[in-house]
């Protein structure tokens, strides 16, 4: 029995079949981005007073730590100041900066709903970032050799871990210095290099 030799170039996909191969995978990622942020746009209150100007607040986790540590350096400033006869500042609320209070201003008739929106936006963004990840990897996995997919098997794992710690540091210590005032832009910013890791990991992957 003759057998017909199957042409390997018969087997690739063109353009548009790539197109139409990802466009459930966009779907899905999108529907879920946009589910989360319609949830989060009716958690205004945590989201916005509890979550993205807990930084400002006395109790919030750092703002109790640097409260520690300037009650220790101010002990050991003033035994420095004995000592050695120097000036250090021993005023243990240097480090609060939770004591910098400030209070937002809108200066345009839709601007407050739209920062609740771009909110909402960046949430979605965020907490569906795992999952977009993985229907990406639903896509280019087919393409992939078994030694690459082996290689590459938690992609979505250890991106999704390198992306939330990014947004728990931003959150932590960097958001701290973006007060007073500019909470809202930092939260953005830092949001913006979060995604950039993102990008880094999957050009790394395209390249493997």
Known sequence: MNMKKKDPESTEMTFFEHIDALRPH?????????????VAFFCKSFIIDTVLFGPQSPDFPTNRMLTWVGA?????????????GTS??????????????????NTSLSGQ??????????????????????????????ALTPKEIQGTHLFVFWVSLCFFGGLLFGYFVMAL????GKLVLGWIVLM????????TAIASLARQ
């Open 26 to 38: 966009l779907v899905r990622g999108v529907m879920a981005i946009g589910v989360i942020g319609l």
């Open 72 to 84: 220790q350096w101010a002990h050991m400033a003033e035994w420095l100041n004995s000592v050695l």
């Open 88 to 105: 250090f500042d021993t005023d243990p609320e240097t480090f609060r900066i939770a004591n910098d209070r400030f209070s937002i201003i």
């Open 113 to 142: 709903f739209n920062l609740h929106m771009k909110i909402s936006l960046l949430t979605g963004l965020a907490m569906a970032m795992p999952y977009t990840l993985w229907e990406f990897w639903r896509f280019v996995r087919p």
């Open 177 to 180: 210095a973006s007060l007073p």
């Open 192 to 199: 913006g290099a979060a995604f950039s890791i993102i990008g």
